[in-house]
């Protein structure tokens, strides 16, 4: 439930970068500062977050969100909290715990990228299985991480997705007072494996590409 979160900062970073660098270089020269423009708009990202507990009144709309939520709660899925983020300002997001199902989901409002629904299974070896309604962004995931993404998908539709195709190994447990913590841990794991790796010209490319298309 983090991976799409990184990856939609990152490209909103990347895109105004690009953007802004098209304007006083031609394409030959930006070809060359691709890598360049990724590792920084990586790099601005904070290495830690913290939820801030909060209520209805944080959603732009919230509406929108109480019609993604209902779905899963109707599926077992436990409601663990609204949530802004200091770090990030604009960004409201809700979690949600299936604890039988050991699956949590995640609720975001982003001021550019939107509203998206991310349902995610973590493994004891640090790998997860996410399935998403944000669009593909172009930005790889992390070896041995699943990311699946269906725009526009019905919540419940997504969720039966995530049960059929996510690994059959053991998963990590799902609490509602596990859930902050598990998602404050799995962005600083993320993102400083993110920062470390770094990120290639080719997923710049494709991030940009996809941004304009």
């Not at 990347?14 to 691709?34: C, E, I, S, Y």
């Not at 790099?43 to 913290?50: N, T, V």
């Not at 995640?106 to 309604?133: C, M, N």
Request: aromatic content about 10%; some cysteine; overall charge neutral.
């Amino acid at each position: 439930m983090h991976f799409g979160f990184i990856a939609a900062l990152f490209v909103f970073v990347v895109a105004v970068d690009l953007l802004v660098l098209r304007r006083f270089l031609p394409l030959l020269a930006l070809r060359g500062t691709l890598q360049k423009v990724g590792t920084n708009a990586i790099q601005r990202q904070p290495d830690a977050i913290h939820l801030q507990a909060a209520d209805i009144s944080a959603w732009p709309e919230a509406q929108g969100a109480l019609d993604l939520a209902a779905p899963l709660l109707g599926e077992g899925f436990q409601e663990a909290g609204i949530f802004t983020v200091p770090e990030l300002p604009g960004v409201v997001l809700q979690l949600l715990a299936q604890p039988i199902e050991s699956m949590y989901a995640a609720i975001y409002e982003h001021p550019k990228a939107g509203r998206w629904l991310e349902l995610t299974t973590r493994y004891p070896d640090g790998s997860y299985a996410s399935f998403s309604t944000l669009r593909p962004t172009g930005l790889k995931p992390r070896p041995g991480c699943m990311s699946f993404r269906e725009p526009g998908a019905a919540p419940a539709g997504l969720y039966k997705k995530a049960l059929s195709h996510r690994p059959k190994s053991t998963p990590q447990p799902a609490s509602v007072s596990g859930a902050v913590s598990d998602f404050e841990a799995g962005y600083a794991s993320d993102i400083a494996w993110r920062k470390a790796q770094g990120v290639t010209s080719e997923e710049v490319a494709e991030v940009y590409r996809r941004r304009v298309a």
